[in-house]
């Protein structure tokens, strides 16, 4: 039997900390939003499984777009244009106001 070498582990890396509170440089505030959502499965389960079948719990970060009677928007992640400062919106998400648990405003 070789004479194994113990194994080697590689260091941790240090991971960079980024200001959370970096100045806003788009017209929009930043919300932590609680929410419930609707499950559905297809498949055959028994009464019991089905007695377990709780509703989501999603919780989104993000700037909040707009607001209506009904609903509001928001975005987690936008790219702006330096030359004409125009706005794109990406991971967008439009929820009920009836759905809505919770809606912290994040500084």
Known sequence: MADRKPKRRKPRRKRKLVDATQPNDIPY????????????????ASDKEFDRMKLASPVNEGWLYSENKDSIKVFASYDKDEDTNEITFGDRTMIPWACIKKMIKLK
């Open 29 to 44: 505030s930043k919300y932590r939003i609680e929410w419930i959502d609707i499950i559905s499965d297809s498949g055959w």
